[in-house]
């Protein structure tokens, strides 16, 4: 079964160009997880969904960040426009209720914003 | 509020030493679940295990091991004959309960210890 998929890997882009980040999570889970990784804060959430409707997003940091889910196999992370501290690592997770409320991680995107 | 504090931030071993990772974690809710995740230097975060709060039993898997007390609110991680491929960052991580009313699921995460393995 294919784990979390996580698209780009790398992204290298321009202060104040527009990010979009993608995630597929593991076919059956209902939950949906973004996290940053960075040095200085370690690892945060941003927001989650649940069968496709965002739970909570208190963790994302401003407005320029939003996040959507369109369907059960797709979910978007954008940051318009993007900024130098932006850089991170960001992380997709998914589960279900079936499960043992275990996330499990796709591989990460690494951003860097000149 | 939720903490996860893992105060060895690095540790150097030499290959097959036991290595034990600490964790403590602060929470007021009576149900909740405790993780260990691995990042090796490739990045991606690799499940190890899950705990839950009513199962404090000690877990052995291979040269991982787990020592969960409630008492002292810790969650300890020991490698055993450690090799050269554990190196990694090792993170402790709290959730309370993702289908408890008004609950998150959301993974609080400890600092993380880095583990260098020398052969």
């Known amino acids: 079964d294919a784990g979390v998929i996580q698209s780009p890997r790398h992204e290298v882009t321009e202060m104040g160009q527009e990010v979009t980040l993608r995630c597929k999570p593991i076919?059956?889970?209902?939950?949906l997880f973004w996290y940053r990784q960075t040095m200085m804060r370690g690892l945060e959430l941003l927001i989650y969904f649940n069968n496709n409707v965002p739970i909570d997003d208190s963790g994302m940091p401003e407005d320029r960040f939003s996040a959507k889910m369109p369907n059960a196999s797709f979910s978007t992370l954008k940051i318009q426009p993007s900024e130098p501290r932006d850089s991170a690592v960001y992380f997709c997770?998914?589960?279900?209720?079936?499960?043992?409320?275990?996330?499990?991680f796709g591989p990460g995107t690494r951003l860097t914003v000149l | 509020a939720q903490k996860v504090t893992q105060a060895q931030t690095e540790i150097s071993v030499v290959e097959k030493e036991d290595v034990t990772l600490d964790c403590v974690y602060e929470t007021r809710d009576t149900t909740y679940y405790l993780f260990w995740y691995k990042q090796p230097p490739s990045g991606e975060l690799v499940f190890l295990i899950r705990?839950?709060?009513?199962?404090?039993q000690n877990e052995i898997s291979g040269r991982y091991s787990w020592n969960f007390q409630k008492s002292t609110s810790s969650f300890n991680f020991t490698i055993t004959a450690s090799q050269v491929v554990d190196s990694a960052v090792y993170f402790c991580a709290l959730s309370d309960d993702l289908y408890g009313s008004g609950n998150t699921g959301k993974l609080i995460f400890g600092q993380g210890t880095t583990l260098q393995v020398k052969p």
């Open positions: 705990r839950n709060s009513f199962d404090e």
């Open positions: 997770a998914s589960t279900n209720r079936q499960g043992p409320d275990t996330q499990y």
């Open positions: 076919s059956g889970h209902d939950y």
